[in-house]
């Protein structure tokens, strides 16, 4: 079975610090991988997607980037934080073209910058 | 404008009730929608998928029907459990023809009481 996980669960850093948040996916090949952040009481936001090792699309300017460097590994990265980057971020999973296949998400990550 | 408008939300029930939650959406075009389960601190989970030809669906107590002329749906939570606290969201794909791109509703938050 498929299973997805991310790390860390919850993080605490201070502004202008960098940020690297992992996601990797095992049994499954090929996914589609999704970085979205979640604001209370809104609907999530993408951020990033890929639909293949070191291709990645940005849907939103941001002080945030993403990489692929493998398969089914999927990483949030940023060189100095802001207040702003606060948030619950997810990383998800699907099958590579299944457009009417689920998302399989992470458990998340809980940022908070100081 | 793509948007997803969830009502109530929020709601309070009791143990053994029912309850529906509401989804209507503006989004165009239209390939499927799909509601999630979010348990507080985690990531959400599928609960179902429905195409344009799917009028109701089921995933043991929860019951999802859609009406793609008035473009609104619904999710019904049969006999609650304590288990059922949670955020419920509403997602709406528009498919190859938008690139895949999935509106999210802000989402419904329940709370099952003994």
């Known amino acids: 079975s498929q299973t997805i996980h991310q790390w860390p669960a919850t993080l605490v850093q201070p502004v202008g610090s960098p940020l690297s948040l992992e996601c990797t996916v095992e049994g499954t090949s090929n996914p589609n991988l999704y970085w979205y952040r979640q604001a209370a009481g809104r609907g999530l936001q993408l951020l990033f997607y890929?639909?293949?090792?070191?291709?990645i699309s940005s849907e939103v300017p941001q002080n945030l980037s993403a990489s692929r460097p493998q398969d089914r590994q999927f990483i949030l990265s940023s060189k100095k934080l802001l207040l702003s980057d606060s948030g619950f971020y997810l990383c998800?999973?699907?099958?590579?073209?299944?457009?009417?296949?689920?998302?399989?998400f992470g458990n998340g990550t809980r940022l908070t910058v100081t | 404008k793509n948007q997803v408008e969830q009502s109530p939300q929020s709601l309070i029930i009791l143990e053994g009730k029912n309850c529906t939650l509401q989804c209507n959406y503006t989004v165009s075009p239209f390939s499927n929608l799909r509601w999630y389960k979010q348990d507080t601190g985690r990531g959400p989970v599928s609960l179902t998928i429905m195409t344009f030809s799917e009028n109701t669906k089921s995933n043991r107590r929860y019951t999802a029907t859609l009406d793609a002329d008035t473009k609104q749906s619904s999710l019904h939570i049969t006999a609650s459990q304590l288990s059922d606290s949670a955020s419920y969201i509403c997602?709406?794909?528009?498919?190859?023809?938008?690139?895949?791109?999935?509106?999210f509703g802000g989402g419904t938050r329940v709370l099952v009481k003994p």
């Open positions: 997602v709406v794909s528009g498919g190859k023809a938008a690139g895949n791109k999935l509106t």
């Open positions: 890929s639909v293949g090792i070191g291709q």
């Open positions: 998800a999973w699907s099958v590579l073209g299944g457009h009417n296949s689920p998302l399989h």
